[in-house]
């Protein structure tokens, strides 16, 4: 294990600064009572979660699908789907067949 | 007697009692009782009389409504139904009405069920005492002042307190198991891929699995004989068949046809679990079959730290499968002391992952905001509670650069090393058992300042989440504080047909439990005394 990889070692304290950058990654704005709360709490979970450091692991590869690991294919064949007015009847806001959002880009003078 | 659904759909079928009489029944119970309880969210009357009126009329030409003819159904409210509310219990979804149904509600209605309503849970299924609630906590029917596990804790107490005949849940990490003992009910968790999760909102992918709550094994299994099997719709839903010989349940060998190409050199004969037929016709057949000679353990790590009133019942529940002639040993799987820490990276990772959805773009809530990035912040922020958020965050750290190897990828590892001891357990026995939770239902506000304590509640029920195995939580007596207690068995993948079986031999020698003191027990019309305890 070289030096870089000692910042991956679960078990260090998470710092209040860290849990304001994954807030902002998770797209969550959090209060600084929150942020003080979430830290805490953050770091009691993964000092708990990170005893799965300490098991050997070297003979097997992660499992994500324990059961079958097999991709599933179909053939690409048109076939009804739901109702586009239907879907966009729940949107927050819809204009002309699609979704409306607020601004993403800046005026152009 | 809280009526069952096998009792309620002979009746139906026979044209003895319709299923509008029923359903309205139930409809004025839950109209009476569940302001006590809180145990649903929507209350589908009109839908459900509506339902039933169908049944009723195919009855009267003659014709099969299916075996659940007129049985009144909760649902978690985390399966869609098309037009009707799916919250999640949670804000952001407060007012969505999906455009489609879950494969399982389409299941059940085509089995003549009639779904009555939409029950309370943990806000998208996180949590373990229906206190993660937007819309305010279920009570447990044995107790007001405890809660009734979760996340399913709506479905758990609307079957307890004979609200509902049988109901749906999802379970995760225990959600459906933990709050079926709670409750003292039998709730049960399929083998990962048995059930299709169309239309399940999604939590953490890789452990969801949807299953049944009911009063009785027998109609647990029956509503898991009419839920299971393929579906097209998701691509994780296994092809299984049944062997009609031996009566287990085996893989179809890949690129067989979920229907038609039956009988290839691989495959045995016997009916496919697919999108329209039962694997079996009733749920009986699933608890036929000795116990003598089954090798069965006693599983330390489930069992040994639990309340010693618990530990008890598991002793008890060991001993009765000894007089019926299996051989029952005490086994260890000491991997399992990493089974939690596992859970709650994978779960969270996946969350963080699912829950990305939420934008405030296609449908949920939308807080206004100047720009697209500010308006999805303000709209999660204020459309998630507390442990959502929570979650999320746990999630992403967990996925964030520089440390995925060491969280989440270390934890899927940690996984396959489960998968593997189990596997190396079951090669000497045929199920497990042991404590569905560690003690019995704690009280409300109990546990909600300290995250780890509440997650440590799952710690029984976890390890067949990872390993995508099958296991069923069944009442058996009370506690030294007279709350429910549940014994778990546990088994390895597709090995429903024997779990169903032991669970049925531990529920005969279990001392039944006197029905709650908020409780509907007069379904069928067959006694009068509703509410016991409760003028």
Not at chain 2, 92 to 108: D, F, G, M, Q
Request: glycine residues 10%; proline residues 6%.
């Amino acid at each position: 294990m070289d030096k870089d990889d000692l910042a991956d070692t679960p078990g260090n304290r998470i710092s209040r600064e860290q849990v304001a950058h994954i807030a902002r990654l998770a797209r969550l704005d959090l209060s600084d009572e929150e942020l003080d709360i979430y830290t805490d709490q953050l770091c009691a979970v993964l000092d708990h979660a990170a005893q799965v450091s300490s098991i050997d692991t070297s003979s097997v590869s992660a499992a994500s699908n324990p059961l079958s690991a097999a991709n599933v294919v179909r053939e690409d064949r048109p076939a009804a789907c739901i109702d586009r007015d239907e879907v966009l009847s729940m949107a927050p806001e819809a204009e002309d067949g699609m979704f409306k959002v607020p601004r993403i880009m800046e005026d152009e003078p | 007697m809280r009526a069952s659904a096998g009792d309620v759909s002979a009746q139906v079928r026979q044209g003895r009692v319709s299923a509008t009489s029923i359903t309205e029944r139930y409809l004025e119970a839950i109209e009476s009782f569940d302001g006590k309880l809180h145990a649903f969210l929507t209350v589908m009357a009109g839908y459900a009389v509506e339902q039933a009126t169908r049944i009723d009329k195919l009855v009267e030409m003659g014709k099969d409504p299916g075996p659940l003819a007129g049985v009144p159904v909760a649902i978690k409210d985390n399966l869609c139904t098309r037009g009707i509310l799916t919250t999640c219990a949670s804000r952001i979804l407060e007012n969505w009405r999906p455009p489609y149904s879950a494969t399982v509600v389409k299941k059940l209605e085509r089995a003549g069920a009639v779904i009555v309503g939409k029950t309370n849970m943990d806000e998208f299924a996180m949590g373990s005492s229906t206190e993660n609630s937007a819309f305010g906590v279920t009570r447990n029917p044995y107790d007001a002042d405890r809660v009734p596990g979760g996340s399913s804790g709506g479905s758990a107490a609307a079957v307890a307190s004979g609200l509902s005949v049988v109901a749906l849940g999802s379970d995760t990490g225990g959600s459906i198991r933990q709050p079926a003992a709670l409750c003292g009910v039998v709730g049960m968790k399929p083998t990962y891929g048995m059930v299709s999760r169309y239309g399940l909102v999604a939590f953490a992918s890789s452990l969801d699995q949807i299953g049944p709550f009911g009063t009785t094994v027998e109609d647990v299994a029956l509503i898991f004989s009419v839920i299971a099997g393929h579906d097209p719709r998701d691509s994780t839903s296994l092809k299984v068949r049944r062997d009609v010989d031996t009566g287990s349940l085996v893989l179809a060998p890949a690129g067989v046809a979920a229907s038609g190409q039956e009988g290839t050199a691989d495959a045995p004969d016997g009916p496919m679990l697919d999108e329209d037929a039962y694997i079996w016709p009733a749920g009986h057949s699933l608890l036929d079959g000795a116990i003598e000679g089954l090798r069965i353990g006693v599983l330390e790590e489930i069992t040994s730290d639990a309340a010693p009133d618990v530990r008890r019942r598991v002793e008890e529940a060991a001993a009765a499968l000894v007089s019926l002639g299996a051989t029952v040993e005490e086994v260890s799987i000491p991997e399992l002391h990493y089974a939690l820490g596992a859970y709650y990276l994978i779960a969270p990772a996946e969350a963080s992952s699912n829950l990305a959805r939420y934008d405030g773009i296609r449908y949920g809530l939308r807080v206004d905001a100047e720009d697209v990035t500010s308006m999805m912040s303000r709209t999660r922020s204020g459309g998630f509670g507390s442990e959502v958020k929570r979650r999320i965050m746990l999630g992403t750290y967990a996925l964030s650069a520089g440390y995925y190897d060491a969280y989440y990828g270390q934890a899927q590892r940690v996984r396959a090393v489960l998968v593997d001891a189990f596997a190396a357990v079951y090669r000497d026995y045929d199920v497990l058992i042991g404590a569905t939770t560690p003690a019995t239902a704690f009280g409300v506000g109990e546990k909600t300042g300290d995250p780890l304590a509440m997650y440590l509640s799952d710690v029984c029920t976890i390890p067949s989440n990872l390993a995508g195995h099958p296991a069923i939580s069944v009442p058996f007596g009370a506690g030294d504080d007279g709350l429910p207690v549940g014994v778990q068995v546990l088994a390895p993948a597709l090995g429903e047909p024997v779990m169903f079986r032991v669970a049925a031999a531990i529920e005969s020698a279990a001392r039944s439990l006197p029905p709650p003191p908020v409780c509907f027990a007069d379904g069928m019309g067959v006694q009068s005394d509703m509410g016991d305890g409760h003028a």
